[in-house]
Every structure is written in C-alpha cells, then in structure tokens.
Nanobody, 116 residues
Framework: QVQLAESGGGLVQAGGSLRLSCVASGGIFSRYTMGWYRQAPGKQRELVAIITTDSMTNYAESVKGRFTISRDNAKNTVYLQMNSLKPEDTAVYYC??????????WGQGTQVTVSS
C-alpha cells in the first residue's frame, strides 16, 4: 500500500523554482507531522523542512528564506515550494510522515537537479 507519493521534481537552472508535492494515503493525514528530506550523492539524508499537525514549521538553515513547506489536509498533500534554487540543492527529495505513536513512512523520492 502506497503511503506517500512525491512529484514535481526535475531539472531547473540556478535561480529557478520548483514545487514538490506529496500525496499521502493510509491513516488520518491531519494527525501526521510531515517533512521533506533530501539526500545528495555521497551524503547523508538531511532534514529540509517539517510541518507539524498544527502547521508549525521548521527549516534547515541552508533553505531558510528560499523554501516554504505547507500542507492541505483536505487534499492529504504536503508541498515544498523551492525558490532561488542553487546547484547545492541538487538531491533526491523524500517525503516523510510520522504520527504521535511513532509510526513513520517514507516516499520513494523525487530527483531535483539544479544546473549552474
């Protein structure tokens, strides 16, 4: 059963924008903290942004002021708006969800490539 399905990745020039979407299934979406993580080649997976059940947000320092995470509970979807993209943002971006019981799931990932 697919729990998280990401979309919206692609190739973009530096300074450009992309919007990632993640549609969740299974469970009650509004009860999950949602997050975006990324993993660049040869590097560990890192947190990009999270949004809690009451829409509090937190961002990695490297993306503050450029990326915005949001959620639409009616559509079971979390978004990541990425502006002013840099080559160092190139990575596979993963959607993640976790509830208060610690049940968590990962998506398959979507590739974001930023050319210089």
């Amino acid at each position: 059963q697919v729990q998280l399905a990401e979309s919206g990745g692609g190739l973009v020039q530096a300074g450009g924008s992309l919007r990632l979407s993640c549609v969740a299934s299974g469970g009650i979406f509004s009860r999950y903290t949602m997050g975006w993580y990324r993993q660049a080649p040869g590097k560990q997976r890192e947190l990009v942004a999270i949004i809690t059940t009451d829409s509090m947000t937190n961002y990695a320092e490297s993306v503050k002021g450029r990326f915005t995470i949001s959620r639409d509970n009616a559509k079971n979807t979390v978004y990541l708006q990425m502006n002013s993209l840099k080559p160092e943002d190139t990575a596979v971006y993963y959607c993640h969800k976790v509830n208060s019981l610690g049940n968590d799931y990962w998506g398959q990932g979507t590739q974001v490539t930023v050319s210089s």
